[in-house]
């Protein structure tokens, strides 16, 4: 099976860039999922295994269920430490922007990164990327940034030498950007690459339940509740909305991740297409997150565009909204209509 993305000249050129480089970053987009975190390590040791010095520097905090991932703790956060992440940044002369498409993605770091002098090399999976490199590999149609990374490390003739630690940093991207092989994967490759990680021995069922059985009581309860009381579903329009305010968050003792694939619960509704979060900030005044899903040829990439100063993926899209939760519910309704009306109204699944 050919699993190459990289022409001979391309891979050359990688190569080059690679060898050229005496210190490098990796950086991934503000508040880093399994995909953004599990590619950024596996890549830092694809680096390390070629005795390049590269640190990743993230833009703020990531779930406590991703911190076991081998070799998190190198990790730097620049919420954290700012005059750590910018002097690396800063001396930096090669930086890989992993898993985002547009420099406003890392949020505060953006302009410490675009002030960088060094050269900059893309790989990242969604659209209509933005930012100025001299390589990049953008590959909207596969499920990844990690599958990514696995395709140019095999293609580099690197995954033999390659440790387990790689493989479970990668699997765990790719199960968390398909919510356990759900969507956006059903290209025979992603079960060949899967295959190939598996050689490395590790228990992919344990890295399931770390990532998807690690809640705790309150966040469980909070999910319930959501469900419950919050939850408001359009059958007509095949679509549904819920809220989460700071006042749940502060009752329900919220920390990152608590919401983490919540948006995704609505869609086992019956003949259920489309699926949006709104959660307020927990610090900011006036600013609303927005998670969509939809399933199938439904797609939400364009209604986050449209409504919510957003976009991704055709199942899978987010954006924001500056203004009150209550506003934010009209836009979500305005949006749910006009959802309907541009899809056909009676859906045979």
Partial sequence: MDINLLSPHRLDRLRELVADATRIVICCHKSPDGDALGSSLAWAEYLHSQGKDATVVVP?????????????????????????????????DLIFCLDFNTTSRVGDMQAVLDASPAQKI???????????????VSEKKLSSTSEIV?????QLGAFDAMSKQFAICLYCGMMT???????????????????????????KDLIYRKVYNNYSASCIRMRGYMMYEKLQ???NEHAAYFTITKDDMARFQFVKGDA???????????KMRMSISLREDSEKENLVWVSLRSVGPWHCNKIAETFFNGGGHPNAAGGHLHCTIQEAEKIARDAIQHFAKINDPSPKS
């Fill in 233 to 235: 579903v359009f059958p």
């Fill in 122 to 136: 893309l790989f990242d999976h969604h659209l209509s990327p933005d930012i100025k490199t001299v390589m990049r």
């Fill in 260 to 270: 983490e694939g919540l948006v995704n619960e609505p869609l086992r509704i019956k």
């Fill in 60 to 92: 703020d905090a990531y779930p406590d269920f991703l911190q076991w991932l081998p070799n998190e703790e190198g990790i730097i956060r620049y919420d954290k430490y700012p005059e750590r992440a910018e002097g690396l940044l800063s001396a930096a």
């Fill in 150 to 154: 696995f395709r140019i490390v095999w």
């Fill in 177 to 203: 950007d398909t919510g356990a092989f759900t969507y956006n994967s059903s290209d025979a490759e992603i079960y060949y690459i899967i295959s190939q990680l598996l050689t490395k021995k590790f228990d």
